[in-house]
């Protein structure tokens, strides 16, 4: 099947598997119902099914994957409602931040070179929480491979929601703000929807903190250069 021929089937086939992973996660309400989850494993059965060429699919959805810039500059928004939160606590939010990105960066290598991955593997894995675009333009930086990184930010954002809170009990945070800091450094914009369903102020802070980490790691990525060399 070619991209011109199945271009309007493959664009309605991506927004109905996301509107009925919305409606089953609504019926379910679970974690692992969420239509981040659920509507790309419905996209890669269906596609499976039909044999679907993936560059066919990847060419008639990129209207979707241009909207996702002014979608993420959508979420800014709430950011600017709750700025005075932002700024009385504007020390310990960036420390959290810097801490957590720098954490996560680091554990992300440390396993990779435990388990002796190739270089390319680690680098693409080093900018994993952070959104898409800025993790794919920093891993071609490195010398990663950007493809690879685009999976590795889907599978951070995904795990994110599905122990994120977890952990977040476990360690006995329950300040909603703090949380929606923890999800939107941890786990990007996944994770800052998941906190905005907390309510609006915490989806304030998943934006501030998925902001935050990916403005740190557009710092740190030269040292990383040098680092992974």
């Known amino acids: 099947m070619t991209a011109d021929s199945g271009m309007v089937w493959l664009l309605i086939l991506t927004v ?13 309400g679970r974690v692992w119902s969420s239509p981040i989850l659920m509507s790309p494993l419905l996209i890669i059965a ?28 959508a979420m800014v928004i709430p950011l600017y409602k709750h700025a005075d939160v932002f700024l009385r606590h504007l020390r310990p939010i960036l ?5 957590g990105s720098c954490a996560g960066v680091a554990s992300v290598i440390g396993i990779a070179y435990l388990f002796q991955l190739s270089h390319p593997t680690i680098v693409s894995l080093a900018p994993k929480s952070i ?3 800025m993790a794919v333009s920093v891993s071609h ?5 950007p493809e690879l990184t685009a ?42 929807a998941r906190a905005a369903q907390w309510g609006e102020p915490e989806g304030a802070m998943g934006v501030l903190g998925m902001t935050l980490s ?7 990525a030269p040292e990383l250069l040098w680092v992974l060399d």
């Open 151 to 192: 999976l590795f930010v889907t599978m951070t954002g995904l795990s994110g929601i599905l122990i994120g809170p977890v952990i977040l009990r476990w360690a006995g945070i329950t300040n909603n703000l703090v949380k929606g800091l923890a999800m939107g450094t941890a786990a990007s914009m996944v994770g800052a």
């Open 95 to 99: 420390t959290g931040v810097s801490v």
């Open 16 to 28: 109905g598997a996301y509107v009925i992973g919305c409606r089953v996660n609504q019926k379910v």
């Open 46 to 73: 269906v596609l499976s099914a039909t044999r679907t060429d993936y560059a066919a699919y990847q060419t008639s959805t990129h209207l979707l994957t241009f909207l996702l810039g002014p979608a993420q500059m």
């Open 214 to 220: 990916a403005v740190f790691m557009a710092v740190l």
């Open 131 to 133: 959104t898409t675009p």
């Open 141 to 145: 930086l490195l010398g990663g491979l």
